[in-house]
């Protein structure tokens, strides 16, 4: 039975959402059906395709009482709307169905597991108190059903310690067994985050296993939207931090963590190696990742940023989408990441430039486009020659955005200064460029409102948005001294 919450937000998509033309949209980067979007949800791969259902709400461009629309797609980059999945409608989830994840039932059913909110109490300061559980929905793929025994995890089942309120996000997966796993955050008394572990034989019943990792007050304060999976004999930990303090790794306020390492079998606690940012863009939060049947660990994640969220798009009938799905893969104790390779098959018109010397702004021929794929090796000429080497994208008058190389500092800067906007916030984002070698490789990914710098092969990653009119399709080089250049570009088009 559809309740009648969802169905007016489906009524209200299905009305709206068939107002937005597809040339107001990205071409391969999933945005919502019509209104808000956040955090990705319930990656997974279901009857023979992805689904992605996100935090939604459609009524407005702004974040209000949480959906979760739902899309589905044969290749990650075209994406079929399907009606809303949840609404908020029972006692358990009367203020949001938040963050979670979906997994097939032995019986061929999706459950999806999510996270109810409740208000409680009056409002503390700038913040509402949220009551949250997790609850649970099975479906077929389109239309969901809210069990009566919800919410089947709430704050009596987190471990000592808890604040009472934060208690979101869960991830669920199942082992070669059957065996049902899941992590989810809570945070402590003293605004620290942790991931809880649990199990379950049937996915409705659940076990507390461990506190598997625990901020140690160096990541932030809460932590959101976990994940952990195997990758290359080592354990995974994605998880985004909420305040942290920006360092050379980190970006402040609202950052991404990746934490490499081992799960000890016994105590079920993760012991940390290695750790790193995931992206260090203005715009990445809340990734989720899937296992592919041809072993391929795929993530996405929302492509903004709470601290960055004012940069919105005027005119744009929509907010938020994702990011580009990427491989993952370790190496030398570091997360890798690279574009789906079914981004191939979007290819056409390929133009090749070797060797070519850029010492100057210049327009190369055949290289223009908002929706680009660009890989890029620059290097001096000489060394030491090449002050500063700048891609200038979205171009047209005095609009563009920019990405500027620094060899002597061995920085890659984002500048999004002149993209357009009208307001007043940070727009140019920096980083140290962790492998300081004369040739710099960029794989550069444009797509109608984003762009994403896959930087030497994916050891760093840079994601950022912009609403640049779409007529400003220009693409110009331009160097501080002599700079040599191998340059492939292709068309991306879906015709």
Not at 11 to 21: A, L, S, V
Not at 370 to 380: A, D, F, G, K, S
């Amino acid at each position: 039975m559809i309740s009648q919450a969802l169905q007016k937000a489906r009524t209200y998509e299905e009305t709206e959402g068939n107002k937005i033309t597809p040339e107001q949209r990205p071409l391969f980067h999933l945005s919502p059906r019509v209104g808000w979007m956040n955090d990705p949800n319930g990656f997974s791969r279901y009857q023979g395709k992805y689904h992605l259902f996100y935090q939604y709400y459609p009524y407005d461009k702004k974040w209000g009482p949480m959906h979760w629309g739902h899309a589905v797609s044969s290749d990650l980059l075209s994406w079929e709307y399907l009606p809303a999945a949840l609404a908020p409608d029972i006692p358990a989830d009367s203020d949001g169905c938040f963050s979670g994840s979906a997994v097939e039932l032995d019986d061929g059913r999706q459950l999806l597991i999510y996270t109810g909110v409740v208000t409680v109490g009056e409002w503390q300061g700038n913040e509402k108190p949220l009551y949250q559980s997790q609850c649970v929905a099975v479906g077929d793929g389109i239309n969901y059903e809210k069990i009566e025994g919800n919410p089947v995890l709430n704050q009596n089942d987190t471990p000592d310690g808890s604040n009472g309120y934060d208690f979101r996000d869960p991830k669920i997966w199942r082992d070669k067994d059957g065996l049902y796993h899941l992590v989810t955050v809570d945070c402590t008394r003293d605004r620290r985050g942790r991931i809880l572990y649990y199990t379950s034989k049937d996915g409705f019943e659940w076990d507390f296993v461990s506190i598997l990792a625990e901020n140690d007050g160096s990541c932030g304060r809460m932590w959101e939207c976990p994940d952990v999976f195997e990758l290359d004999g080592k354990t995974v930990i994605l998880v985004s931090p909420m305040e942290m303090f920006g360092t050379d790794e980190f970006l402040s306020g609202n950052s991404t963590l990746c934490m490499i390492g081992r799960i000890e079998s016994e105590t079920h606690q993760f012991h940390l190696e290695s750790n790193q940012t995931i992206d260090c863009g203005f715009d990445f939060y809340a990734t989720q990742t899937l296992l592919h049947e041809d072993g391929r660990r795929i993530m996405t994640a929302w492509m903004q940023n709470w601290d960055t969220i004012v940069f919105t798009g005027e005119d744009l009938p929509w907010i938020g989408q994702t990011v580009l799905p990427r491989e993952l893969s370790l190496r030398d104790g570091r997360l890798y990441q690279k574009p789906i390779r079914e981004l191939a098959d979007l290819r056409n018109g390929q133009v090749v430039y070797r060797h070519t010397v850029i010492n100057k702004r210049t327009n190369l021929i055949g290289i223009q486009g908002r929706t680009v794929e660009m890989i890029l090796e620059i290097e001096p000429e000489t060394p030491g020659n090449l002050d500063m080497f700048e891609v200038r994208f979205a171009e047209k008058g005095g609009v563009y955005t920019s990405l500027i190389y620094r060899p002597s500092e061995h920085t890659l800067e984002f500048d999004r200064s002149h993209s357009g906007t009208r307001r007043n916030a940070a727009h140019i984002r920096k980083t140290r460029i962790l492998d300081p070698a004369e040739k710099l490789k960029l794989h550069i990914i444009l797509d109608r409102y984003s762009c994403e710098v896959f930087i030497n092969d994916g050891m760093q990653v840079m994601s950022n948005v912009f609403y640049t009119y779409l007529e400003a399709d220009g693409i110009s080089f331009n160097a501080h001294g002599n700079a040599v250049i191998n340059l492939e570009k292709y068309g991306l088009s879906k015709d």
